[in-house]
């Protein structure tokens, strides 16, 4: 039997070990240093079809972790630190197992959100800092909220969260923005929204949840409390490609580039999902379609060349 592994254990990496082990392809899951992926990381998720009550991040991925399991899936808590895609079988050394052998490979590894790398920021991620507004947008109704970038995703993200809080406040560390005119002027002409310019987070506020926000003014070198019960992250995605750039094609951003209509990658027998190929939507339901796709290309491929 061919030797399939699974690279990632967020929702691509678990749908595409489900599908792969019902067609009895019995796939390795190597799951990295944070099993379950973005997810575990989120409180409620109620915008995954099938749970009209919502659930909670952590729960989803273990339901979706046992449901591969039951069909044959093995999962081992590893990461790939280095791979030789040159020939097949494809060569991969991990951090803990040593080196592992795939005739196929399926990478689900994501893609991770870019913090500032405040103590009290990333303690509070789930509890009121965010890094995906069409996510946990909903759970502000009425409040005071802040995002920080200025780019096209900063925009997106605080026009769409006037959909729901009360106030958005934009802070950005320069005088100007680098997003294309046509997001500019749309947050401009917003009244929900505010800009803080040349203005950078210095603290995040609050016990069991975001509380406040210490924030600086790099001119005037003050500091003052901004009132807001949410702080969301529009500062880039970095994808988790390390160790596959140097073989696979990848745009400039180093995200996995597949071919079209497929998750076929640049090298046969590999084939990509999820956050790690995706800059445009990064749903927890786009990256286990995906994940599917990802299985059925690699059965296909497999039932072709062998």
């Not at 973005?38 to 991925?61: K, W």
């Not at 044959?72 to 790939?80: H, K, P, R, S």
């Not at 640049?266 to 339901?285: K, L």
């Amino acid at each position: 039997m061919p030797k399939v592994v699974v690279l990632g254990s967020g929702p691509a990496g678990l749908t595409a070990a489900l599908y792969l082990s019902r067609a009895n392809l019995a796939p390795t899951v190597l799951e990295g240093l944070e099993p379950g992926g973005q997810l575990t990381t989120t409180t409620d998720v109620d915008n995954f079809p099938g749970f009209p009550e919502g659930i909670m991040g952590p729960e989803l991925m273990e339901r979706m972790k046992a449901q591969a399991e039951r069909f044959g899936t093995t999962f081992v808590l590893d990461e790939v630190t280095e791979a030789d895609l040159s020939q097949r079988p494809f060569k991969l050394t991990t951090s803990m197992s040593g080196t592992l052998e795939a005739d196929a490979l399926v990478i689900a590894t994501g893609a991770s959100a870019r913090y500032l790398g405040l103590p009290n920021e990333l303690r509070l991620r789930g509890h009121g800092v965010s890094a995906c507004a069409t996510c946990d947008g909903f759970f502000f109704q009425g409040q005071d909220i802040a995002v920080i970038g200025g780019g096209d995703s900063a925009m997106e993200e605080a026009t769409f969260l006037t959909k729901f809080a009360r106030k958005v406040y934009v802070i950005h560390r320069r005088a100007e923005l680098r997003a294309s005119k046509i997001m500019q002027d749309r947050a401009f002409a917003n009244p929900k929204i505010e800009f803080i310019w040349n203005s950078e987070v210095t603290d995040v506020l609050g016990e069991g949840k975001v509380a406040g926000l210490v924030v600086r003014d790099l001119e005037q070198d003050t500091s003052r409390t901004l009132d807001v019960t949410g702080l969301f992250l529009a500062i880039g995605h970095t994808p988790n490609t390390g160790p596959f750039a140097r073989w696979l094609g990848h745009d400039d951003q180093g995200y996995l580039v597949t071919a079209e209509g497929s998750t076929r990658t640049s090298v046969e027998g590999v084939f990509a999902c999820g956050d790690v190929q995706d800059t445009i939507y990064r749903q927890a339901i786009t990256a286990a379609g995906s994940g599917c796709q990802a299985a059925l290309d690699c059965e296909r491929w497999l039932e072709a060349s062998h």
